[in-house]
């Protein structure tokens, strides 16, 4: 059911009596019907899907960081736009224009400022957060791009008869996902970047709103993406071939034994 194969390779090295003989890593391969692969790839593209799906799930909860942060930074609220040292004069409007109390009570005036400072901390790292969680999720879709394309060459090199299958999974969501890493996922990462910048120095409405653009271009790509590939209604009828699959195997295992009992009664018997 496996076979082992190892690579070796020899030089003509000839001043030594020693061989220079190097070996490759072994490798097993299974040895499967056409049906028993099918079974297991669609089983792989499901998982791929899965995986697709959490990774959807994550970059929604950034669009909602992302939201909640341009929410803070929006112009009509100027506490949460700009911080200011509190020896400034642009501070000292700023906290007036709030009806902070300021002569004869300092301590008010320190509380506003220590707020719009904790304000812009959160800022920062909101933003830190959700470029980190996009990093993450660019890798893992850069290998489920990978091990699609993998599914597809299995079906090739293994003559497996799919050419609609195979069509799909390179036109409907490897490619996609080829293009969404070097498009529009690129353009998040720029405004991701500039909104790490702004927020920095107390700003960051706008690429705030630049950022939740492009994450919504990512997602509609990523949507139509998991739309082409199998659901899990496609998984009941894996499950339903792989249990035919094994019912053919246990018919054939038991016509085998049958027959090599009768071939040993032929054998005692013409003994």
């Not at 079974?39 to 799906?53: G, P, S, Y």
């Not at 004869?104 to 400072?117: I, N, V």
Request: include cysteine.
């Amino acid at each position: 059911m496996t076979l082992g194969l190892v690579v070796s390779a020899q030089d003509h090295f000839d001043l030594d009596p020693n061989e220079h003989l190097g070996y490759g890593q072994p490798q097993q391969l299974a040895i499967v019907s056409e049906d028993q692969l099918v079974v297991m790839l669609n089983r792989q593209e499901l998982e791929l899907r899965r995986r697709l799906e959490i990774i959807l799930s994550e970059l929604q909860q950034v669009d909602e960081a992302l939201t909640q942060l341009g929410s803070n930074l929006a112009p009509s609220e100027p506490s949460a736009m700009r911080i200011l040292p509190a020896q400034s004069k642009a501070f000292s409007s700023l906290v007036a224009s709030q009806n902070v109390p300021q002569a004869g009570d300092p301590s008010e005036q320190e509380k506003a400022q220590a707020e719009l400072a904790q304000r812009q901390r959160m800022a920062v790292l909101r933003a830190q957060q959700s470029a980190l969680q996009c990093d993450k999720s660019e890798q893992e879709l850069s290998g489920i791009a990978s091990r699609v394309d993998h599914l597809r060459l299995q079906l090739l090199n293994n003559r497996i008869d799919s050419r609609d299958r195979q069509e799909r999974l390179d036109s409907k969501v490897y490619q996609p996902l080829v293009s969404l890493l070097g498009n529009e996922y690129l353009a998040l990462n720029r405004s991701l970047s500039a909104l790490q910048t702004a927020t920095m120095s107390g700003q960051g409405f706008a690429e705030a709103q630049a950022s939740l653009a492009a994450l919504a271009q990512v997602l509609d790509v990523l949507n139509a993406i998991k739309e082409n590939m199998l659901d899990i209604e496609s998984f009941n009828e894996i499950v339903d071939q792989l249990r035919a699959l094994l019912d053919e195997q246990e018919s054939l295992l038991d016509e085998t034994q049958k027959q090599q009992k009768a071939r040993i009664l032929d054998l005692l018997k013409g003994n």
